[in-house]
């Protein structure tokens, strides 16, 4: 009855570790909120007000698939301030959340079976969204400082991907960054190969300590394509992201958005638009950045105290989350079980490998965020999964 | 390089049209947009107020792929007043639009070359969206009255198609209302084919004259999918729509919901709840179908005065659109041409038929949109173009 790309997608475990979690007593490490008291709630209510007053009923109709122009030209100027990558507002396309972005790329590329590299560990919503079109994924594993290269040119050769997912900066699940060097190394061997690089860059602009590295449109202009959004920035509920693509992939993107759903929500770009223009949001972005580097660094504080030795976790310089490898042998699914009998929970391993993994037998690690629980709470959950992973051992 | 499913659609014609009649000095009956006069600005500021007053900043966050519970319990209290249909809350999804509920059916139900059965005309969002994932189209040929029955049956019979796709009520692009006895007779013939039919019903809500017509649901209540979309009756620029169907439907909707955008922009789902709570959408429905009612009436008489006899045209009860068939042989494509010179503009018959269309040689209908010109405006449109189509004559 169903198409056979949806037939054998299974519900979705995060969805069910979600709501778990939802209940108010369990300690979580799970979501990948960003924390509801840093939502510029005033300012965005000005805005919206003078939205109304300013540009009056045509704020309700029906708009262009492309996006706002405005808006466009605001994204536009953040490239150039932050990346000073000039990237023309033509090669913008406004998308329900970068999770559009992944789909309308899956859309324009797949055929099934097309190969997809995809860092390992990887965006489950990335794996969700290729996932759909029946990509063959091929990973390439990531630890701190990047992309494994040599695998890179294994995949390259044996597979020849259409494109390549990444996150470059502050990776979610694990937190880890490329350096520059990576990057450039990694550019170096897609060159002229016609395989896209998708950057997807939702963490950038949250940077605690160390400096901000650069764009793969650097060093391979013609063949990569950005995905950005305000939803870690400004505010998720609007569904605000973008694609920043070269000019035969927009084209097709485009009549895919069209046949996707016509357009955006023109009012809340015209918002987010009104928000930009009038306040600063290098301000806010600060307040997000002492808030979430506290929160990270009582984590990892609470890690070392608490934690056995053997236990591996990545110290992000940025982002949402922090990853934790297990000893080999011990399964984080199982610790998931037993640490939710203690009411805390976390995101095991599973979901950001694909079905092409290596290690599907085990798997070790595990996700936590560090951005919505308080100080003490942080504290108290940590010591609570430290005796369960003890327990396990 | 891209997929088989994007790499021969071309560029779409309509938003071609619509870039031209955008044209301030162009007389358009070409668009589908609603009258932005009607929008009902002041209460969904106000909404909007309360919304950021009541809810505070929760309706910035995250939120599920499902929709807004609160506005979901509206949708169906609604399908209950206006059609004493009792629709379970938990099978109503909330989409960007019904084009994403379009969108969304392609992608589950779907594969290369699989068969949809449509109305002929039909809409061309639909032949779009399902167009992506590669549909064999039989057309199936709808009048006054509603869908030609034995033609439906010789498609069931010939090409089994996975579902049927409908706009049953002031159906986009000719205006016409299939009779109760029609969708009876339609669903007698589906009835236990398992094809599901799709009602898309955009417009039952802005009826002018005559009696409402019952849904397919009452008919074939476990093959029904319904669409549905606050764009014609409240605000387009939100992109609100929702799907119903069965439940082995929706588990594959909210599976393919989640990977295509995670979820539907909150803060509008709950402004359009609190304006469903505070205000009477009957009240303002009203004063859309008095306004539409009013021009549509001008256009008809125009289009008597003016028009040669042997022209033929739908007086449609509702609705946005009427349509046009010239004499045999006469393309409305040059009629569109020739009409563009004199500064009318309005939407040839070709882009609602699909590529399995017996009659792709020269199409003779088109469609015109009463609801964005003044009276004086509709009367010298049609002037001007009676003028075009005498010259063709």
Redo the contacts between chains.
Sequence with gaps: ??????SN?P??FI?EILKVSADPTIISFAGG??N??L?P?EN??AA??KV?DVV????????N?EGYIGLRKMIAKRYKSFYSLDVPVENILI???S??GL?LLG?????EG?SVAIEEPGYL?AI??F???KADFQPVPVSDGGMDVSALKTVLKTNSP?MIYTVPNFQNPSGITYTNENRKEVADVLKGS?VYLVEDNPYAELRFSGTNKKSFMEFLPDHTILLGTV?KTI?????LGWIVAPNKVM??LL??K???????????QRIVDQFLNDYSLDEHIEKIKTMYSSKKQTMVEAIKEYFPENIQFTDPEGGMFLWVTLPEGISSMDLFDLALKKNVAFVPGDPFYTNNTQRKDCINTFRLNYTNSDTATIKKGIKLLSECIREML
């Design positions: 009855m169903f198409s056979n790309r949806i997608v519900k979705s969805r909120l960003p509801r008291d939502f709630i965005i209510k919206t007000n109304f009056g009923p045509d704020v309700l109709q029906y708009s698939s998308t329900n959340g999770q559009q789909d859309k324009i590329f797949l055929n097309d919503g969700q969204a996932g759909v079109y259409k016609g939803s505010v998720p509920s609007f569904r084209e097709k009549i895919a069209q046949a996707a759903d016509l357009h955006t929500n023109y009012f809340c």
